[in-house]
C-alpha cells in the first residue's frame, strides 16, 4: 500500500473511445504527477501539478486531458487514442518544500491497450 | 535531458555486490533511486542532495558526486528481494524528476 490508488487496474479500449484514468493520494502532499511507461523506455514525465495548478505540459498530445479537481484527486482524459499510447499510465504524488523535491509515491499503474 | 544508467542489466548469485551508475549532462540538486518489480509501482530507495553525501539502505547505499554529476548504487551482499528494475531519477531545481531507462537485477539463489 503505497497511499496512491489508481483505477481502473487495466483499461481495453478503442480508438475512437473516450475514457478516463483515476488517481488519489491519502499522504496529504502537494503535487501529482502522470507519467508513462512503456516497454525498453525510461519513464516520461507527461503532467505535473503542484498545489493543483499545472506547472508542466510535457509536450503531450491534446488526446490526453488532465484535471485536477483538488490537491488529492488527478484524472486523465482519453480520447482517440493511438495505438501507440498503449502503456502503463503511473501517477505519483509527493509533497513540495523549500528548495528540493521529496520523494514521490507511484501508485500501480493502469496498464492500458489500444485496439 | 534523461539521465544515463548503466549498467542496463546485471545477474547476480546472492551475497554477490553489484554497483549501478547514474550520469546526467546538467548540474543536478538530487538524485533519487527506486525500484520497481514487475507488475508493481516503482517504490522510492533513497534521496541524494547536492554536497555529496552517501546513504544507506539496508544493505543498499548510494554516492552522489555533484562535481561529475554522477551517482552509484551498491547493492551489497545481494538477497534475492533485490531483483528488480533501479531506476534513478535527477533533479535540477525544477521540482522534476529525470528518468533514467533502468537497470534490470537479478538476483539467484
Known sequence: ETGVTQTPRHLVMGMTNKKSLKCEQHLGHNAMYWYKQSAKKPLELMFVYNFKEQTENNSVPSRFSPECPNSSHLFLHLHTLQPEDSALYLCASSQVTGGFNQPQHFGDGTRLSIL | ????????????????????????????????????????????????????????????????????????????????????????????????????????VTVRA
Not at chain 2, 56 to 80: D, R, V
Open chain 2, 1 to 104: 535531458q534523461q539521465p544515463v544508467q548503466s549498467p542496463q542489466a546485471v545477474i547476480l548469485r546472492e551475497g554477490e555486490d553489484a554497483v549501478i551508475n547514474c550520469s546526467s549532462s546538467k548540474a543536478l540538486y538530487s538524485v533519487h533511486w527506486y525500484r520497481q518489480k514487475h507488475g508493481e509501482a516503482p517504490v522510492f530507495l533513497m534521496i541524494l542532495l547536492k554536497g555529496g553525501e552517501q546513504k544507506g539502505h539496508e544493505k543498499i547505499s548510494a554516492s552522489f558526486n555533484e562535481k561529475k554529476q554522477q551517482s552509484s548504487l551498491y547493492l551489497t551482499a545481494s538477497q534475492l528481494s533485490y531483483s528488480g528494475t533501479y531506476f534513478c531519477g535527477t533533479e535540477s531545481g525544477d521540482y522534476k524528476l529525470s528518468f533514467g531507462a533502468g537497470t534490470t
